[in-house]
């Protein structure tokens, strides 16, 4: 099981679609625990409905994607109120249950055995990450939970980073803005792709320091490294004048306006906005 989360923390990293990196989590914890199903939930933000988002199913096992969308969540009060409180649900034989709409839907389905784990954000219910048996009851072990939880954290935390990334480019596009970073020891530059085409070049390039002064007007460049010198040196935020960009086709200098901070890491890395005005 370590091994797993070992290999989807490896792909999350690697840059690899979110989809694809929880459908592979999803058939590969199935298999590992002998379940026929895996399913991952997601709750509404004013948490009254529930969808399956994600699902992997053994051969022979139907799908329950398109029933599970926009479900109330008041046709699963007990699941919903054990995963809000932050508690996994553990169930070794749905038949054990005490009378419940849960239990009922559940033994319509013929759902013998189900694990449950919530996915918080900033301490709200998020969703939920659950398994199940259909062939036979079993016994969940804690080491079971304990590993859906971590895998549970794993998917949510890549799935609230790439949605601010998406966000955040939807902002930049927006705003004609771009964002970039700069590393004191390597001298790597990052930039965005926004951050590119205000400059007029190629997203798909890399590029340093001394790229981003060849954009900048032979008359303003000391007023860029004067105001980035006294950022790294005093460890603060800067905000330059305007400074003009000689790259219109036409020959005419368009205007950007250039703000930044210097961080004292480890390793030093430089950041800052770029935005059209």
């Known amino acids: ?22 459908s592979f989590a999803l058939s590969q914890a199935a298999t590992a625990l002998n379940c026929q199903r895996s399913y991952l939930f997601r709750y509404s933000q004013d948490q009254t409905y529930v969808s399956n988002t994600h699902e992997w199913c053994a051969p022979g096992i139907p799908s329950q994607q398109e029933i599970f969308a ?30 419940s709409p849960d239990k009922t839907a559940w033994l319509q389905q013929g759902i013998q055995s189900i694990l449950y784990v919530p996915t918080q ?29 971590t895998l549970g954290d ?6 609230s980073q790439a949605e601010q990334a998406q966000f955040l480019q939807m902002a ?13 020891i390597t001298g790597e530059e990052r930039w965005s792709p926004e951050m590119a085409a205000l400059m007029g ?46 790259i219109s086709p036409s020959g005419l200098a368009l205007r950007r306006e250039v703000i930044g901070s ?10 800052g906005d770029n935005q059209q005005s």
């Open 1 to 22: 099981m370590l091994k797993l989360i070992s290999q989807v923390s490896q792909r999350f990293l690697a840059g690899e679609p979110v989809d694809h990196v929880i």
């Open 70 to 99: 926009r479900i109330p969540i008041t046709n699963f009060p007990w699941l919903y109120q054990r995963l809000q409180q932050g508690f996994p649900v553990v169930v070794n034989h749905v038949g054990d249950l005490p009378p």
């Open 121 to 149: 954000i900033q301490g709200k219910l998020y969703g939920a990450l659950g398994l199940e048996t259909l062939d036979q009851p079993r016994q969940w072990q804690e080491e079971e939970v304990e590993f859906l939880a």
């Open 154 to 159: 794993l998917i949510t935390l890549a799935q």
């Open 172 to 184: 930049f596009q927006s705003a004609r803005m771009g964002a970039w970073s700069w590393n004191l």
């Open 201 to 246: 070049r190629d997203p798909q390039q890399v590029y340093s320091y001394a790229d981003f002064l060849a954009c900048v007007h032979p008359e303003d460049r000391s007023i860029i490294e004067t105001q980035q010198r006294l950022a790294q040196e005093n460890h603060t935020s800067y905000q330059a004048p305007r400074v003009c960009l000689p």
């Open 262 to 271: 210097s961080h004292n890491y480890s390793k030093p890395t430089h950041h």
